[in-house]
Nanobody, 129 residues
């Protein structure tokens, strides 16, 4: 049974940092591209960042580029999201997701929620102003 378990969320002041983790089990982690999405209250879930399975190339939404860093450790079956310079608008539930799917234009492909095979339950990030 595949499980993705996020952790590391919490309450933090604006300007602070958090490191989210997503531990995967029940799958061959190195065969999956991994991504982070988030859903703010009253809003649709949106793409945040992704990291490929092969060359560790990364992709980010414009709203987080330069502040968020996605990375993976295949020896620990874990993907991370380092979040710096947090803003109140970053408040959301953060989800990790896994896919074996590939597309011709990776920068667009990994933003599509429908390509992901597995999802975690999410971890809450709340940023106070």
């Amino acid at each position: 049974q595949v499980q993705l378990v996020e952790s590391g969320g919490g309450l933090v002041q604006a300007g602070g940092s958090l490191r989210l983790s997503c531990a995967a089990s029940g799958l061959t982690f190195s065969s999956f591209a991994m991504a982070w999405f988030r859903q703010a209250p009253g809003k649709v879930r949106e793409f945040v960042a992704a990291i490929k399975r092969t060359d560790d190339r990364t992709y980010y939404s414009d709203s987080v580029k330069g502040r968020f860093t996605v990375s993976r450790d295949n020896t620990r079956n874990t993907v991370y999201l380092q979040i710096d310079s947090l803003k109140p608008e970053d408040t959301a539930v953060y989800y990790c997701a896994a896919t074996q799917s590939t597309g011709a234009r990776a920068s667009s492909w990994y933003r599509l929620q429908t390509i992901y095979d597995y999802w975690g339950q999410g971890t809450q990030v709340t940023v106070s102003s």
